[in-house]
Protein backbone atom coordinates (compact mmCIF):
# COMPACT_ATOMS: atom_id res chain seq x y z
CA UNK A 1 0.00 0.00 0.00
CA UNK A 2 1.14 3.47 -0.48
CA UNK A 3 1.65 5.87 2.03
CA UNK A 4 2.81 9.34 2.62
CA UNK A 5 4.50 10.80 5.83
CA UNK A 6 5.04 14.47 6.84
CA UNK A 7 6.63 14.26 9.86
CA UNK A 8 6.18 17.97 10.66
CA UNK A 9 2.63 19.05 11.41
CA UNK A 10 3.71 22.89 11.94
CA UNK A 11 6.96 24.96 11.26
CA UNK A 12 7.05 29.02 12.06
CA UNK A 13 9.94 31.02 10.45
CA UNK A 14 10.56 34.18 10.38
CA UNK A 15 10.64 35.91 7.25
CA UNK A 16 13.66 35.75 4.85
CA UNK A 17 14.20 32.48 6.75
CA UNK A 18 15.07 29.01 4.71
CA UNK A 19 12.99 26.71 5.79
CA UNK A 20 12.59 22.76 4.28
CA UNK A 21 9.20 20.60 5.05
CA UNK A 22 10.05 17.01 4.88
CA UNK A 23 7.92 14.18 2.89
CA UNK A 24 8.73 10.69 3.37
CA UNK A 25 6.97 7.86 1.14
CA UNK A 26 6.45 4.05 0.42
CA UNK A 27 5.37 2.42 -2.11
CA UNK A 28 5.77 -0.84 -3.86
CA UNK A 29 5.71 0.27 -7.20
CA UNK A 30 8.97 1.13 -9.33
CA UNK A 31 7.44 3.42 -11.57
CA UNK A 32 5.10 6.51 -9.50
CA UNK A 33 4.65 9.97 -9.38
CA UNK A 34 5.41 12.68 -6.35
CA UNK A 35 4.06 15.51 -5.87
CA UNK A 36 3.62 19.22 -3.61
CA UNK A 37 0.70 20.82 -3.38
CA UNK A 38 -0.31 24.61 -1.60
CA UNK A 39 -3.13 24.79 0.37
CA UNK A 40 -3.59 28.84 1.50
CA UNK A 41 -5.52 29.88 3.97
CA UNK A 42 -8.33 30.05 1.41
CA UNK A 43 -8.37 26.45 0.89
CA UNK A 44 -7.79 26.00 -2.89
CA UNK A 45 -5.50 23.53 -3.32
CA UNK A 46 -2.65 24.95 -6.13
CA UNK A 47 0.22 22.49 -7.93
CA UNK A 48 3.63 22.81 -7.45
CA UNK A 49 5.68 20.33 -8.42
CA UNK A 50 5.32 16.68 -10.13
CA UNK A 51 8.15 14.46 -10.18
CA UNK A 52 8.69 10.86 -11.85
CA UNK A 53 10.29 8.21 -9.94
CA UNK A 54 12.95 8.02 -12.93
CA UNK A 55 13.97 11.57 -12.42
CA UNK A 56 16.14 11.91 -9.20
CA UNK A 57 17.50 15.33 -10.56
CA UNK A 58 16.83 17.94 -8.43
CA UNK A 59 14.59 20.96 -9.33
CA UNK A 60 14.92 24.70 -8.65
CA UNK A 61 11.80 27.22 -9.38
CA UNK A 62 12.63 30.92 -8.05
CA UNK A 63 12.30 30.65 -4.31
CA UNK A 64 11.57 26.72 -4.42
CA UNK A 65 13.47 23.85 -4.58
CA UNK A 66 13.42 20.12 -4.49
CA UNK A 67 15.30 16.97 -3.19
CA UNK A 68 14.17 13.78 -4.10
CA UNK A 69 16.05 11.04 -3.06
CA UNK A 70 15.25 7.36 -3.93
CA UNK A 71 17.92 5.63 -1.75
CA UNK A 72 15.81 7.44 1.24
CA UNK A 73 12.54 7.45 -0.34
CA UNK A 74 12.21 11.26 0.32
CA UNK A 75 11.37 14.39 -1.71
CA UNK A 76 11.66 17.17 0.14
CA UNK A 77 10.56 20.85 -0.28
CA UNK A 78 12.85 24.07 0.57
CA UNK A 79 11.50 27.70 0.14
CA UNK A 80 14.37 29.92 0.25
CA UNK A 81 13.94 33.30 1.93
CA UNK A 82 10.45 32.75 2.85
CA UNK A 83 8.15 35.33 2.95
CA UNK A 84 4.47 35.83 4.78
CA UNK A 85 2.75 34.96 1.52
CA UNK A 86 4.08 31.71 1.82
CA UNK A 87 2.25 30.90 4.41
CA UNK A 88 0.19 27.51 3.99
CA UNK A 89 -0.57 23.88 4.51
CA UNK A 90 1.84 22.00 2.54
CA UNK A 91 0.80 18.58 1.03
CA UNK A 92 3.41 16.14 -0.38
CA UNK A 93 1.15 13.44 -2.52
CA UNK A 94 2.14 10.24 -3.98
CA UNK A 95 0.30 8.23 -6.79
CA UNK A 96 0.78 5.39 -9.41
CA UNK A 97 2.31 5.88 -12.72
CA UNK A 98 -0.16 2.87 -14.19
CA UNK A 99 -3.67 3.11 -14.39
CA UNK A 100 -6.00 6.43 -13.13
CA UNK A 101 -3.72 8.49 -10.96
CA UNK A 102 -5.24 7.47 -7.32
CA UNK A 103 -3.38 10.67 -5.33
CA UNK A 104 -2.68 9.54 -1.86
CA UNK A 105 -1.72 12.81 0.63
CA UNK A 106 0.47 13.25 3.11
CA UNK A 107 -0.94 15.02 6.58
CA UNK A 108 0.77 18.53 5.20
CA UNK A 109 2.61 20.58 6.87
CA UNK A 110 1.25 24.11 8.02
CA UNK A 111 4.07 26.85 7.62
CA UNK A 112 3.47 30.12 9.45
CA UNK A 113 5.67 32.64 8.30
CA UNK A 114 5.77 35.94 10.29
CA UNK A 115 7.00 39.61 9.70
CA UNK B 1 -4.40 24.00 -16.69
CA UNK B 2 -7.59 23.89 -16.41
CA UNK B 3 -9.76 25.68 -15.03
CA UNK B 4 -12.33 24.47 -12.23
CA UNK B 5 -15.06 25.97 -10.87
CA UNK B 6 -17.33 24.73 -8.15
CA UNK B 7 -20.61 25.79 -6.40
CA UNK B 8 -21.70 26.42 -3.94
CA UNK B 9 -18.21 27.75 -2.27
CA UNK B 10 -19.76 27.14 0.93
CA UNK B 11 -23.15 26.27 2.43
CA UNK B 12 -24.62 25.77 6.25
CA UNK B 13 -26.41 22.96 5.95
CA UNK B 14 -29.07 20.69 8.79
CA UNK B 15 -28.92 17.73 9.55
CA UNK B 16 -30.79 14.88 7.70
CA UNK B 17 -31.18 17.23 4.38
CA UNK B 18 -28.98 16.51 1.24
CA UNK B 19 -26.46 19.39 -0.78
CA UNK B 20 -25.25 18.78 -4.51
CA UNK B 21 -21.91 19.82 -5.06
CA UNK B 22 -21.20 21.84 -8.92
CA UNK B 23 -17.67 20.94 -10.82
CA UNK B 24 -17.44 22.67 -13.86
CA UNK B 25 -14.32 22.54 -16.09
CA UNK B 26 -13.51 24.50 -19.16
CA UNK B 27 -12.55 21.79 -21.06
CA UNK B 28 -12.50 18.36 -21.90
CA UNK B 29 -11.56 15.92 -19.36
CA UNK B 30 -11.67 12.31 -19.06
CA UNK B 31 -11.48 11.69 -15.75
CA UNK B 32 -12.88 13.70 -12.75
CA UNK B 33 -12.16 13.00 -8.84
CA UNK B 34 -13.65 14.14 -6.11
CA UNK B 35 -12.15 14.23 -2.31
CA UNK B 36 -12.89 15.25 0.77
CA UNK B 37 -10.97 16.94 3.40
CA UNK B 38 -12.23 17.33 7.16
CA UNK B 39 -11.03 19.89 9.25
CA UNK B 40 -7.52 20.04 9.69
CA UNK B 41 -7.06 16.90 7.71
CA UNK B 42 -5.46 15.76 4.97
CA UNK B 43 -7.37 14.91 1.74
CA UNK B 44 -8.81 11.98 1.28
CA UNK B 45 -10.45 10.67 -2.21
CA UNK B 46 -14.21 9.81 -2.65
CA UNK B 47 -14.42 8.59 -6.20
CA UNK B 48 -13.09 9.04 -9.45
CA UNK B 49 -15.80 9.75 -12.26
CA UNK B 50 -15.50 8.74 -15.95
CA UNK B 51 -17.96 10.51 -18.36
CA UNK B 52 -20.65 7.33 -18.85
CA UNK B 53 -19.62 5.02 -17.02
CA UNK B 54 -20.57 4.65 -13.06
CA UNK B 55 -18.41 6.08 -10.44
CA UNK B 56 -15.96 4.10 -8.57
CA UNK B 57 -15.88 4.73 -4.91
CA UNK B 58 -12.67 4.23 -2.61
CA UNK B 59 -13.23 2.25 0.30
CA UNK B 60 -15.32 4.01 3.15
CA UNK B 61 -17.55 5.24 0.71
CA UNK B 62 -20.88 4.09 -0.93
CA UNK B 63 -23.31 5.50 -3.91
CA UNK B 64 -25.76 5.56 -1.41
CA UNK B 65 -24.46 8.23 0.68
CA UNK B 66 -22.04 10.28 -2.05
CA UNK B 67 -24.40 9.65 -5.48
CA UNK B 68 -22.10 11.14 -8.57
CA UNK B 69 -23.12 12.08 -11.78
CA UNK B 70 -20.54 12.46 -14.81
CA UNK B 71 -23.11 12.99 -17.80
CA UNK B 72 -20.20 15.04 -19.61
CA UNK B 73 -16.72 15.66 -20.17
CA UNK B 74 -16.95 19.33 -18.59
CA UNK B 75 -19.34 18.36 -15.91
CA UNK B 76 -19.86 16.47 -12.70
CA UNK B 77 -21.94 16.49 -9.53
CA UNK B 78 -21.62 15.21 -5.97
CA UNK B 79 -23.94 14.76 -3.56
CA UNK B 80 -23.84 14.38 -0.23
CA UNK B 81 -27.02 12.84 1.09
CA UNK B 82 -28.96 12.35 4.48
CA UNK B 83 -26.17 14.85 6.33
CA UNK B 84 -24.74 14.67 9.85
CA UNK B 85 -22.08 16.86 11.29
CA UNK B 86 -19.43 14.40 10.89
CA UNK B 87 -20.13 15.33 7.00
CA UNK B 88 -18.62 18.86 7.47
CA UNK B 89 -15.89 19.13 5.11
CA UNK B 90 -14.17 20.82 2.60
CA UNK B 91 -15.38 18.49 -0.72
CA UNK B 92 -12.96 19.23 -3.91
CA UNK B 93 -13.46 17.69 -7.49
CA UNK B 94 -10.32 17.50 -9.26
CA UNK B 95 -9.41 16.67 -12.67
CA UNK B 96 -6.44 15.34 -14.72
CA UNK B 97 -4.67 18.15 -17.33
CA UNK B 98 -6.33 17.93 -20.33
CA UNK B 99 -2.88 17.68 -21.78
CA UNK B 100 -2.36 13.99 -21.98
CA UNK B 101 0.22 12.59 -20.77
CA UNK B 102 0.97 14.85 -17.87
CA UNK B 103 -0.41 12.96 -15.52
CA UNK B 104 -1.18 15.97 -13.25
CA UNK B 105 -4.43 16.93 -11.24
CA UNK B 106 -5.50 20.00 -10.69
CA UNK B 107 -8.10 20.89 -8.29
CA UNK B 108 -10.86 23.33 -8.17
CA UNK B 109 -11.55 26.06 -4.89
CA UNK B 110 -13.44 23.68 -3.02
CA UNK B 111 -16.88 24.11 -1.39
CA UNK B 112 -16.86 24.30 2.33
CA UNK B 113 -19.71 22.17 3.92
CA UNK B 114 -20.98 22.62 7.51
CA UNK B 115 -23.77 20.57 8.80
CA UNK B 116 -25.41 21.61 12.38
Known amino acids: AQKVTQAQTEISVVEKEDVTLDCVYE???????LFWYKQPPSGELVFLIRRNSFDEQNEISGRYSWNFQKSTSSFNFTITASQVVDSAVYFC????????????FGTGTRLLVSP | SAVISQKPSRDICQRGTSLTIQCQVD?????MFWYRQQPGQSLTLIAT?????????ESGFVIDKFPISRPNLTFSTLTVSNMSPEDSSIYLC?????????????FGPGTRLTVL
Open chain 2, 27 to 31: SQVTM
Open chain 2, 49 to 57: ANQGSEATY
Open chain 1, 27 to 33: TRDTTYY
Open chain 2, 94 to 106: SVESPNSGTDTQY
Open chain 1, 93 to 104: ALSEATGFQKLV
